[in-house]
């Protein structure tokens, strides 16, 4: 079973919004980071978005500040990023990933997340 588990991509034309979602199958600390991250073709995957546990401590790339937002429902085990005034330069495949059993602050690091979704495209059209 796939410990997480992404939905809501699509199309979109630019200036319009979209939400992401994230289905956390696998038991995750209430004490652990989750983020999204997104890979764009030809290019590294970057940080988008994380939260720490408590969904307080939150940390965006500068490319989506103001524009996106990250939260997350622990009692639902789920993890949400609302994408507003998108433009093509988001077009991605975007990736939920977790951090488990961690109380320090989020980063952005690939490496620092354990769990990873196999992702969902977001494609917005000029």
């Known amino acids: 079973q796939v410990p997480l588990v992404e939905s809501g991509g699509g199309s979109v034309q630019a200036g319009g919004s979209q939400r992401l979602s994230c289905t956390v199958y696998?038991?995750?600390?209430?004490?652990?980071?989750t983020g999204w991250f997104r890979q764009a073709p030809g290019k590294e995957r970057e940080g988008v978005a994380v939260v720490d546990g408590g969904g307080t401590g939150k940390m965006y790339a500068d490319s989506v500040k103001g524009r996106f937002a990250i939260s997350r429902i622990n009692n639902k085990n789920t993890l949400y990023l609302t994408m507003n005034s998108l433009n093509p330069e988001d077009s991605a495949m975007y990736y939920c990933?977790?951090?488990?059993?961690?109380?320090?602050?989020?980063?952005?690091?690939?490496?620092?997340?354990?769990?990873w979704g196999q992702g969902t495209q977001v494609t917005v059209s000029s």
């Open positions: 696998k038991y995750i600390a209430p004490y652990g980071c």
């Open positions: 990933a977790a951090r488990p059993d961690f109380r320090g602050p989020c980063t952005f690091d690939e490496n620092d997340y354990t769990y």
